[in-house]
């Protein structure tokens, strides 16, 4: 999937509606949302479901102590649907996210964490060989390096989202393992907050993350991701790398320039090669030479031809693992070279051009189907199959076969009725 359609996870799962002038998560005020308030057949509902879910449960090894304890004051909370529904809406462009992502604040203020909790990023980085730099631009990302942790209660959170069923089996799957996580006593109530979708502690783990990768690093026999103290939510993020295949040593990715008249269909992620064979095809780093051979890495063109183009390597795939969107990836590996004291990103992006709305991916979807170039679905994500068709259509138009669906093959679908 491109990044086109993959964004919108990033709102959904980061910002939850879009980035401050700080590039920071901003903070809405506590919608009217308590049981009492609402009319009494949701009322009715959201409490059977609460009972229902409690047999389920208890059936899976929750006491009913910590249950209880757990719902204590829950409440249906209308301002976490009315997030989860309206996501898909919020895009940007990857110009315009990495402007706030990789700002130049962000970059600063990641060099100051950095160098605040050096010591402990060492030790991280020894243990699990991962750059302390990526660990640090993850919890830049993710809460503003510790500042924007979020302050959702996490069981009201998810118990909202999988009652209200548009992702119910994820979220049960969630809230199950929010209330083992209460049960086996890592942390209690009061302190289990998070996003509005139950994301946690310094760098948002979700329940089912922090139960298979956290870690205890301070040594306390606690995985404690929600304390002041980062340290186990940034050993947790390193072990959360390592454990998918990072590799030590090796880059996320590289800034190339192509030669004129290059082949952009070469620009798949399916289409691995050793960098000497890119530079062989004229593909070379911003000092004009071959990349230096760390292993097969694929050719990336976020923005099609007219954007920057970057060689992507295995650790390009690790840090996906933690958010599916390559515009995440792409934030997360420059501001950690940024904070070792590397440059801006020096191709220019193509500003005059915005992000298709859902509604517009859909369309271009279903136009372009219905010209002869099957997406074979109309979901509004823009994956490999829509990405495949936009090439043909380009193709067939004598343009560049870049695959990028841009609102420009958006209008030419729509004046060739």
């Given at each position: ?36 308030q ?12 609460i ?15 910590v ?65 302390k ?8 990302l ?71 990768f ?41 800034e ?125 994500k ?36």
């Amino acid at each position: 999937m491109g990044w086109t359609g993959k964004v919108v996870l990033i709102c959904a799962l980061i910002f939850g509606g879009g980035l401050n002038a700080a590039g920071d998560p901003p903070r809405l005020p506590p919608a009217a949302h308590p049981l009492d308030q609402l009319n009494h057949p949701v009322k009715a509902s959201f409490e059977g479901w609460i009972k229902s879910f409690r047999t389920r449960a208890l059936r899976q090894g929750i006491s009913p102590a910590v249950f209880d304890r757990a719902f204590r004051g829950v409440s249906y909370n209308s301002d976490v649907v009315r997030r989860d529904r309206n996501q898909s809406e919020f895009t940007k462009t990857l110009w315009d996210y990495l402007d706030t992502a990789v700002s130049d604040a962000r970059v600063k203020n990641g060099k100051a964490a950095l160098r605040k909790t050096s010591r402990t990023l060492d030790a991280i980085e020894r243990q699990f060989g991962v750059d302390k730099e990526v660990v640090v631009a993850i919890w830049g990302l993710e809460s503003a390096y510790g500042a924007v942790r979020g302050d959702v209660p996490v069981i009201e959170a998810l118990a909202t989202l999988a009652y209200e069923g548009r992702r119910a089996r994820f979220f049960e799957q969630q809230l199950m393992a929010a209330l083992t996580i209460l049960q086996r006593g890592e942390t209690t109530p009061r302190r289990f907050v998070g996003s509005w979708a139950g994301a946690m502690g310094h760098t948002q783990f979700i329940p089912t993350s922090y139960m298979a990768f956290a870690v205890d690093f301070t040594g306390d026999g606690r995985r404690d991701i929600w304390s002041d103290d980062p340290t186990d939510a940034l050993a947790s993020t390193a072990a959360y790398l390592k454990r998918n295949g990072w590799v030590t040593g090796l880059p996320w990715g590289i800034e190339v320039t192509l030669p004129r008249g290059f082949d952009y269909a070469l620009a798949n992620r399916r289409i691995k090669k050793m960098p000497s064979d890119w530079g062989a095809l004229g593909v070379k780093g911003l000092d004009g030479k071959s990349v230096a051979n760390h292993g097969q890495a694929s050719l990336l063109l976020p923005a099609g031809h007219s954007g920057a183009a970057f060689l992507i390597f295995k650790n390009f795939d690790v840090i996906e693992r933690y958010n599916t969107a390559d515009a995440y990836v792409i934030a997360v590996g420059h501001l950690s070279d940024r904070i070792k004291g590397g440059g801006k990103i020096k191709a220019r992006w193509p500003r005059e051009d915005r992000a298709l709305t859902f509604s517009e991916r859909k369309e271009l979807q279903r136009r372009l189907t219905s010209a002869g170039f099957d997406t074979v679905k109309i979901d509004g994500k823009i994956g490999p199959l829509t990405i495949d068709a936009v090439r043909d259509y380009q193709r067939s138009k004598g343009l560049e076969p870049d695959g990028y669906a841009s609102l420009a093959i958006l209008k030419r679908l729509r004046s060739s009725r």
